[in-house]
């Protein structure tokens, strides 16, 4: 039987943004905060030895700059540019969660300093230490693109910046402060509060969800001849069978586009009498 030689290609498609006509109003400096701040608020207690948190119960949104600000746009010279600027990344985000000081607190222990860790969460979230004034910042944290899932928090009014694509989904990451040696950064066990957990509500921007997927494609020479295309799990085989996937032409070629699940076939051409 006469076989021809084939070609597989695997395709993966590749996620774009849709962009959208806007008129320019205004050129943010820095990034809003979306909203009130929600304030976990930060004790330190003696009689136990241990820090404690009050969680408001508010769930901040994130929010992407089309939503909050229509028509505005940030600074491409600020570092957070191309993660929230709708021309670039067009991530929701907030910045309303705050972790402070309770007035109430004792003084820490001497030696002492406190972190925050964040213990788990959905993976769609990203963490930013911001900064407004020079020299500003959008540096990852709390695990973000590889940086350490704790921060050394010097106890003043903290609000991280929080990303996430747009969409309609929940979203959450519990969070813990403790203390540690203030020379060698060794967790002083005990002194935790306890596992805090933060929620968001997300927005989606408008613009439509793009599909992403990989898919498998054969193609041929056109050579005058007829052919059938056929697949086996293995080789040798006897039992080829039919592709029902109608062929469609790509560029000049005929095509049969696949699921990425027949990467791990075989394939062979049958002329047609």
């Known amino acids: 039987m006469k076989q021809s030689q084939f070609l597989i290609q695997g395709l993966a498609a590749v996620a774009v943004t849709c962009g959208t006509a806007r008129a320019l109003s205004a050129t943010l400096t820095m990034v809003p905060m979306q909203g009130g701040m929600v304030m976990p608020m930060v004790s330190y207690r003696s009689v136990d030895s241990r820090l404690h948190v009050m969680v408001p119960g508010e769930a901040?949104?994130?929010t992407p700059l089309l939503v909050s600000h229509p028509g505005d746009a940030f600074d491409p010279v600020d570092p957070w540019y191309d993660a929230l600027d709708p021309a670039r990344g067009g991530l929701s985000f907030s910045r309303r969660y705050g972790f402070v000081m309770d007035a109430t607190t004792e003084p820490l222990p001497a030696d002492s300093a406190m972190w925050i860790r964040r213990l788990?969460?959905?993976?769609?979230?990203?963490?930013?230490r911001y900064s407004?004034?020079?020299?500003?910042?959008?540096?990852?944290?709390?695990?973000?693109?590889?940086?350490?899932?704790?921060?050394?928090?010097?106890?003043?009014?903290?609000?991280p910046g929080v990303t996430a694509m747009p969409g309609a989904e929940s979203l959450s990451a519990t969070f813990e402060v403790y203390l540690a040696n203030a020379?060698?950064?060794e967790e002083l066990p005990g002194t935790g509060t306890g596992?805090?957990?933060?929620?968001?509500?997300?927005?989606?921007?408008?613009r439509p969800v793009l599909g992403i997927a990989m898919r498998v494609v054969i193609d041929w020479p056109e050579d005058g001849q007829s052919y059938v295309l056929e697949s086996a799990d293995a080789l040798p085989s006897?039992?080829?069978?039919?592709v029902a996937t109608e062929p469609v032409r790509i560029g000049d070629r005929p095509s049969v586009v696949l699921e990425a699940a027949a990467a791990t076939r075989f394939f062979r051409l049958r002329p047609v009498p």
């Open 60 to 62: 901040p949104q994130l």
């Open 238 to 242: 006897a039992n080829w069978t039919t």
């Open 120 to 128: 788990e969460g959905s993976p769609e979230l990203g963490f930013y």
């Open 183 to 185: 020379t060698t950064g």
């Open 132 to 159: 407004a004034s020079d020299p500003k910042a959008w540096e990852p944290i709390f695990g973000t693109d590889g940086s350490p899932t704790a921060w050394q928090w010097n106890g003043m009014m903290f609000h």
């Open 195 to 206: 596992p805090m957990l933060l929620n968001w509500t997300n927005v989606s921007d408008g």
